[in-house]
């Protein structure tokens, strides 16, 4: 009688790749311009914390209402972006990775342009396949010395 075969164990989920990241990152700031909650919200774990100058937002019904109440800013404010640049993908697991990078903010408002800058760092988990936002914290830039 032969014995059994033994199955080899699953291999282990390949890292978080810095490049999936950035995509990922990338695809979160292009759908974030159309200023349309229900694109971000798959991108956004249910728990997900976002810790931002005027507050803490844990869970996305919270996260909705911060990102909502930004859109319905001034509407003497125009010509909106907002982009990130210089990220730096700092660490990367079979699961999760951190990244920081520089965001710019900038429009016009009553015919005179502004721009605001500041860091941020975001904490991204794949589960059932797919990266999520777990953590967000933005911080305005540092004054020059």
């Known amino acids: ?10 291999a282990p989920p390949a890292p978080v790749s ?28 249910e728990r997900a914390h976002f810790r931002f100058n005027d507050g803490d937002f844990v869970g996305r019904p919270a996260i909705r209402a911060a990102f909502e ?13 907002l982009r990130i640049t210089d990220v730096v993908v700092l660490t990367t697991d079979a699961r999760t990775a951190t990244a920081t990078y520089d965001w710019i903010w900038e429009g016009e408002q009553g015919g005179r342009g502004f721009r605001v800058t500041g860091r941020g760092t975001r904490v991204v ?21």
Do not use: K, Q, Y
Not at 21 to 30: H, I, N, W
Not at 125 to 145: K, N, Y
């Open 69 to 81: 109440r930004t859109w319905r800013r001034d509407r003497s404010v125009t010509r909106v972006s």
């Open 1 to 10: 009688m032969d014995a059994p075969l033994e199955r080899a164990p699953a």
């Open 125 to 145: 988990e794949r589960r059932d396949g797919r990266l999520r936002i777990v953590h967000e914290h933005l911080s305005p830039a540092p004054r020059p010395a």
């Open 18 to 45: 810095g490049d999936e990241v950035r995509a990922f990152l990338a695809r979160f700031e292009e759908l974030a311009a159309r200023e349309d909650f229900d694109l971000l919200e798959n991108l956004i774990d």
